[in-house]
C-alpha cells in the first residue's frame, strides 16, 4: 500500500473545517417560514373559542330574577345592610364612548352622591347655570383646568356656540370617559338651567372601558317586589342607553295587536 494515499493530518483538519464552515454559513441564512393562517383557519379557531365559552357559560346554574333573590337574602340572612349589586356587560365597539346614564329608582339602594357640574357657558347662559346650581361654570379659560383634573366635574355641559372651540383640545380626554358633552345625549344645550335641573335627584351610572357596569341596586332588606321594580327599572334605562330596546318594542307591538308571545 503507497503511503501517499492517506492525507496527511494537516490536510485532514483543513478539510474538516472547511465542510464545517459550509454547513454554519447555510444555517444562518436560512429564513424560517412564516405561516398565515387562512381566513377558513382564523373562522374555524373563532368557532372553536365561542363553543368553548358556551360550554363554561352552562356550566352556571341560571335562575329567574326571584330565584336569584331569594337565593342571595338566604346566603346573607345574617347580613340585612349587605346590597344587592347588578352586573351588567355590554358591548363597546372601536371608537364609541363608554355607555351610561341616569336614573331615577323607585327605591334608592344608598344615599346619591352629589353632582359636580361644569358648564361651558357664557353670558345670560353662564348666569342662569350658576343660578341652576352649576359648580364650575365659564367659556374656553376653563379647557385647561379640565386637562390639568383641576375641576373635579361628574357632568360637563356646553352650549352649541362653545362645542367647536373646546372640541379640538377635550375631545380625546374626555370621550373616552364618557363626559365629553354630546347633542346625542342632550349635553349640548342651551337650555343649560332645564338640564341642570332635570338631572337633580337623580344617580348616574356608567360602565368601565371594557363595557362592565357594577350597580348597587337594593339593600338585602328591601321587599322582594321593590328589588324587582329596580332592577327592570334600571335594565330599562341601559337598554334605552345602549339601543337594545328591541324586546321591549315587541312587546309592546304584541300587546297592541292582542296576539300572545311565543
Known amino acids: 500500500m503507497n503511503v501517499s494515499e492517506f492525507p496527511s493530518p494537516q490536510n485532514l483538519f ?3 473545517q472547511f465542510t464545517t464552515g459550509q454547513i454554519l454559513l447555510a444555517g444562518r441564512h436560512k429564513q424560517p417560514k412564516i405561516r398565515i393562517p387562512s381566513k377558513k383557519a382564523l373562522a374555524a379557531k373563532a368557532r372553536r373559542k365561542a363553543a ?19 337565593v342571595l337574602r338566604a ?7 349587605s346590597a344587592y349589586t347588578l352586573f351588567v356587560k355590554t358591548e363597546i ?4 364612548a363608554v355607555p351610561k346614564g341616569r336614573i331615577n329608582l323607585p327605591r334608592e339602594a344608598k344615599a346619591m352622591s352629589e353632582d359636580k357640574i361644569l358648564v361651558f357657558a357664557e353670558g345670560r347662559q353662564a348666569e342662569e347655570a350658576k343660578k341652576a346650581g352649576a359648580h364650575f361654570v365659564g367659556g374656553p379659560e376653563l379647557i385647561d383646568g379640565v386637562i390639568n383634573n383641576r375641576f373635579s366635574a361628574t357632568t360637563i355641559l356646553c352650549t352649541p356656540a362653545l362645542i367647536r372651540a373646546i372640541t379640538p383640545k377635550l375631545g380625546r380626554i374626555l370621550g373616552p370617559l364618557g363626559l365629553m358633552p354630546s347633542e346625542r345625549r342632550g349635553t349640548v344645550t342651551d ?11 337623580t344617580s348616574e351610572w356608567r360602565a368601565d372601558k371594557t363595557g362592565n357596569i357594577h350597580m348597587p341596586i337594593a339593600m338585602m332588606h328591601f321587599p322582594v317586589d321593590d328589588v324587582v321594580k329596580n332592577v327592570r327599572h334600571f335594565m330599562a334605562s341601559v337598554k334605552r342607553v345602549t339601543g337594545n330596546t328591541k324586546d321591549a318594542e315587541d312587546s309592546r307591538r304584541l300587546k297592541n295587536s292582542g296576539a300572545k308571545p311565543g
Do not use: T
Open 93 to 96: 365597539k372601536n371608537g364609541v
Open 14 to 16: 483543513l478539510r474538516r
Open 191 to 201: 337650555d343649560i338651567a332645564g338640564y341642570i335641573q332635570r338631572i337633580q335627584g
Open 75 to 81: 346566603v346573607e340572612v345574617a347580613s340585612p345592610k
Open 52 to 70: 368553548i365559552a358556551s360550554k363554561a357559560e352552562d356550566k352556571f346554574e341560571r335562575l329567574s330574577l326571584l330565584e336569584a333573590i331569594d
